[in-house]
């Protein structure tokens, strides 16, 4: 299969990668109501504020991003007129309370931050500034930031609305070591041929399996990389065979034993990078401690090959290699993917937008902040293209001296952003639902897929499906 594209937007994995999740509490009838809506609202939120009380002016910024708070005090501490209050909101809160403000004519906050599931929605109801228009005049960007980044920032009319600082694509996170003792080389050229479609994937599984490792931890490392298609073309659903292609592989993985069956984000998820893991089987919880116990005592362990992940795994992996720093390495997958990314906006009806789009501008444009955010975040890959080229040659020693921010620009070009639907999120969720229907025997594949069909007709009644 030829390496095309394929654009993700997992919400679960772009939030998780930027800030902690909450949940709402529920509130009680009665005189305790407000009490009750009040804590609620202060687990889902944590605000911080840079610059001086005595500032002359004063910034509001709601966000996803715990990174926004480092921007705002870098920012304050060049400009000490400036205060910034930065609010950052629980991902299951945010949009909600976002409709809320704005239905509410709200001025405040200045600047609404949204990863790109959530874009379309804050275009068609007109949260934020026209950017083109003076005095922003954006387009005059367009040329120096990577394109899907680009893109994915304009509306349906292809007016600039949110620019993002960052670019995600998507990777493989390969140990260094193993690809040396099981296929001869460790280099991040050779070893992407092993991972170049779902059919060499499942070869490439087997091949390990029988070395005693396991390819992924999960077959749900795949999810970056789940088709290379458009769910939706010109008002019909679009299954095409490499999304069939990509359902056969995961129920083959599953089935076949070749993962390691820890679920994504669970403890022993995050111990698979730093070495052996207890080894489970299907019907094992990850999340049950007295069943993870368990196979921790049995003193059987496996190895984990691979992860997929986008280019923020560089900071997950970062601080979860341990003692295998220098032994991971990086190479492309089966297509191209993305997930996640912070875009910044201007509430339109703010009464600060001349320094609103100053952050902005500074955030996503400046290369001096830039430069400085690259050293702070310690692998964070922007979009502008000037900074990535500028740092082209870094090495980064935990992934055994790979220049990554040369390989993460090189993928971001792969990305084709108009490929890119609405319907994306909902659509892909029911799909893998119908993999984990089948692979855990559930359901039989036709029905699987019929319910799937169901499931979108029902969700989209205004998507043609041909059955």
């Known amino acids: 299969m030829k390496r095309r594209v394929f654009a993700l937007a997992l919400a679960g994995l772009m939030t998780f990668s930027m800030a902690a999740c909450g949940n709402s509490g ?10 009750g809506t009040d804590e609620a609202a202060a687990e889902a939120e944590d605000k911080a504020v840079a610059g001086s009380e005595d500032a002359e002016n004063k910034l509001v910024i709601w966000t996803l991003a715990d990174d926004l708070k480092q921007f705002a005090e870098h920012y304050c501490e060049q400009n000490p007129d400036t205060q910034i209050e930065t609010v950052v909101i629980a991902p299951a809160d945010y949009l909600t309370k976002i409709q809320s403000a704005m239905r509410g004519k709200a001025k405040e906050p200045d600047i609404i931050v949204a990863e790109p599931q959530m874009l379309d929605t804050m275009y068609e109801a007109g949260y934020l500034e026209d950017l083109d228009q003076d005095p922003y005049n954006a387009q005059q960007y ?76 999960s077959d749900g490392e795949l999810g970056f990389f789940a088709g290379d298609s458009a769910w939706v073309v010109d008002g019909k659903l679009n299954v095409d065979q490499g999304r069939k292609d990509y359902m056969d592989l ?73 003692d295998l720093s220098g032994k991971w390495g990086v190479c492309a997958g089966p297509a191209y993917g993305f997930s996640g990314g912070t875009f910044l906006g201007i509430n339109s009806l703010s009464e600060k937008k001349d320094l609103a789009w100053d952050f902005i501008q500074f955030v996503t444009t400046n290369e001096d902040t830039l430069d400085w955010w690259i050293e702070t975040s310690q692998g964070d890959v922007v979009s502008w293209i000037p900074t990535i080229e500028k740092h082209k040659e870094d090495a980064n020693e935990i992934y055994g001296g790979q220049k990554l921010y040369e390989f993460f620009l090189e993928q971001a070009e792969g990305i084709d952003y108009s490929k890119v639907t609405k319907y994306d999120k909902a659509i892909g969720d029911a799909w893998s639902a119908a993999i984990t229907s089948i692979k855990t025997g559930e359901m039989d594949k036709e029905t699987a897929i019929n319910n799937f069909y169901d499931t979108v007709e029902s969700t989209y009644p205004e998507i043609e499906v041909d059955r």
């Open 26 to 35: 529920g509130s009680s009838s009665g005189g305790n109501a407000a009490a």
């Open 142 to 217: 367009a040329d120096n930031m990577v394109d899907y980044v680009w893109k994915a920032g304009q509306d349906a009319d292809g007016v600039q609305r949110a620019i993002s600082y960052q670019i995600t694509p998507a990777a493989i996170y390969y140990r260094r070591d193993i690809a040396q003792k099981v296929f001869g080389t460790e280099d991040p050229e050779q070893i992407g041929q092993y991972f170049k479609d779902y059919k060499t994937i499942l070869q490439t599984g087997e091949t390990l399996k029988n070395a005693g490792y396991k390819i992924f931890a």
């Open 250 to 322: 995961c129920i083959d993985l599953y089935q076949k034993d070749m993962t390691a069956y820890v679920a994504s984000w669970s403890t022993t998820w995050y111990q698979g990078m730093s070495g052996p893991i207890p080894v489970i089987d299907s019907s094992t919880d990850v999340w049950n401690e007295e069943q993870m116990q368990e196979a921790s005592e049995s003193g059987q362990t496996t190895e984990v090959f691979a992860y997929g992940l986008p280019s923020w795994g560089v900071l997950t992996m970062r601080d979860h290699v341990g």
